[in-house]
Nanobody, 125 residues
Framework: QVQLVESGGGLVQPGGSLRLSCAASGNIFGITNMGWYRQPPGKQRELVALTDFDGDANYIDSVKGRFIISRDTRKNTVDLQMNDLKPEDTAVYYC???????????????????WGRGTQVTVSS
């Protein structure tokens, strides 16, 4: 069974840094996009950063210059380095990936979208 597991959340003061990590495990035939979303309290989930298999990355404007997404295609991991954190970055952060898997009864592997369970990031003094 394929799963995404996040780690690295916590409480940090404004201006501080945190590094989130996400590892994909299971019977994986390939991964295309990997990224991070977040859901602030009382708000909808939003895309924070996304990277494709070639390592090209995109960010929402509010984190450009502060967050860096990186990926290890051999280990099936994606990290999010978050610097100069602000209170408005407080949210549950979720890992997301498009993973090629063999489903029961299928003739060939197909891509499915997977979510991690999330990790809390709180920025507060």
């Amino acid at each position: 069974q394929v799963q995404l597991v996040e780690s690295g959340g916590g409480l940090v003061q404004p201006g501080g840094s945190l590094r989130l990590s996400c590892a994909a495990s299971g019977n994986i035939f390939g991964i295309t996009n990997m990224g991070w979303y977040r859901q602030p309290p009382g708000k909808q989930r939003e895309l924070v950063a996304l990277t494709d298999f070639d390592g090209d990355a995109n960010y929402i404007d509010s984190v450009k210059g502060r967050f860096i997404i990186s990926r290890d295609t051999r280990k099936n991991t994606v990290d999010l380095q978050m610097n100069d954190l602000k209170p408005e970055d407080t949210a549950v952060y979720y890992c997301n990936a498009d993973i090629r898997v063999m489903e029961p009864g299928a003739a060939y592997p197909r891509y499915r979208n997977f979510w991690g369970r999330g990790t809390q990031v709180t920025v507060s003094s």
